[in-house]
């Protein structure tokens, strides 16, 4: 599965933007997709995901409330809307798909990086302070 992510650029601190990730050739709606995100000189580090079942979604704690993803099947892409951005948001995003399995319904599973099978080439996010 080919993933292309998109939609990165320079920000003010407070800011939005919306990350696409779309799969050309293959049904987004049949994985579960995530966004990473990797900032200079550190871990890659999970920020959100959508279950493929029924759309159930994931956050880490550090864009609770600020990030939402979803899913636009019509148009085989997933989005994170990023809103009140801050400078500790700075980093390359990737979005990863995650081959469908049964009873996956711990945070866990989806914050780790070895549950996805398929990986983006990533987009980069700079927030201005």
């Known amino acids: 599965v080919q993933l292309q992510a998109s939609g990165g650029g320079l920000v003010q601190a407070g800011g939005s933007l919306r990350l696409s990730c779309a799969a050309p050739?293959?049904?987004?709606?049949?994985?579960?997709v995530g966004w990473f995100r990797q900032a200079p000189g550190k871990e890659r580090e999970f920020v959100a995901a959508?279950?493929?079942?029924?759309?159930?979604?994931y956050y880490a704690e550090y864009v609770k409330g600020r990030f939402t993803i979803s899913r636009d099947n019509a148009k085989n892409t997933v989005y994170l809307q990023m809103n009140g951005l801050k400078s500790e948001d700075t980093a390359v995003y990737y979005c990863?798909?995650?081959?469908?399995?049964?009873?996956?319904?711990?945070?866990?599973?989806?914050?780790?990086?070895?549950?996805?099978?398929?990986w983006g080439q990533g987009t980069l996010v700079t927030v201005s302070s």
């Open positions: 990863a798909a995650a081959t469908p399995r049964y009873n996956r319904n711990s945070y866990n599973y989806y914050e780790s990086r070895v549950s996805y099978d398929w």
């Open positions: 959508v279950r493929w079942s029924d759309n159930e979604s």
């Open positions: 050739g293959r049904t987004i709606g049949t994985y579960t």
